[in-house]
T-cell receptor
Framework: NAGVMQNPRHLVRRRGQEARLRCSPM?????VYWYRQLPEEGLKFMVY????????ESGMPKERFSAEFPKEGPSILRIQQVVRGDSAAYFC??????????FGSGTQLSVL | AQTVTQSQPEMSVQEAETVTLSCTYD???????LFWYKQPPSRQMILVIR??????QNATENRFSVNFQKAAKSFSLKISDSQLGDAAMYFC???????????FGKGTKLTVNP
């Protein structure tokens, strides 16, 4: 059973470009979470999704950020018109229930 | 609002010795979970240990154990017989009952000296 797969592992974008981060949850997991880790900080919750539904997006910035978890395929975190402050590690986690999260290895986004 | 505080930005320990990492938290809920995660340089977040708040018995996983003091809202991690592979960032996290999101502390960087 493969773990949570995130790609790309590293992503470099110039200011104003779009960033797309992908996450494939573990087999059988229907809950997906995205977290952001700024340098020297702990992870901060962004959004919680189930298939085709956003359950809680209270941690998402109001503009430029969106997330989806379609019926087929990976979950996508999309950041439009990136700025330098978006540079961070973005982690995806999946869970069969709320009691244990399994994290991916993260995508390091660097904005030039 | 829930908060998690790790007061030790860095800690070091000699190989084979014991080290304790501190964590305090604040929540108004009575039903919650507490976690310790390890983040090595590979960046992978690895679950070390989990504690349900309603359980009085402290959780243990091999060389890792916790001291859970619910009234004091304290949740420290003890690593016994430290190994070089234990070197990593350690994050304490709180999952409030009914919520689907973890609140993390800022982490403690553990160095293991040979």
């Amino acid at each position: 059973n493969a773990g949570v797969m995130q790609n790309p592992r590293h992503l470099v974008r110039r200011r104003g470009q779009e960033a797309r981060l992908r996450c494939s949850p573990m087999k059988g997991h229907s809950h997906v979470y995205w977290y952001r880790q700024l340098p020297e900080e702990g992870l901060k919750f962004m959004v919680y999704l189930q298939k085709e539904n956003i359950i809680d997006e209270s941690g998402m910035p109001k503009e430029r950020f969106s997330a989806e978890f379609p019926k087929e395929g990976p979950s996508i975190l999309r950041i439009q018109q990136v700025v330098r402050g978006d540079s961070a590690a973005y982690f995806c986690a999946s869970s069969p229930s709320r009691e244990k999260l399994f994290f991916g290895s993260g995508t390091q986004l660097s904005v030039l | 609002a829930q908060t998690v505080t790790q007061s030790q930005p860095e800690m070091s320990v000699q190989e084979a010795e014991t080290v304790t990492l501190s964590c305090t938290y604040d929540t108004s809920e009575s039903d919650y979970y507490l976690f310790w995660y390890k983040q090595p340089p590979s960046r992978q977040m690895i679950l070390v240990i989990r504690q349900e708040a309603y359980k009085q018995q402290n959780a243990t996983e091999n060389r890792f154990s916790v001291n859970f003091q619910k009234a004091a809202k304290s949740f420290s991690l003890k690593i016994s017989d430290s190994q070089l592979g234990d070197a990593a960032m350690y994050f304490c996290a709180l999952d409030q009952g009914g919520s689907e999101k973890l609140v993390f502390g800022k982490g403690t960087k553990l160095t293991v000296n040979p």
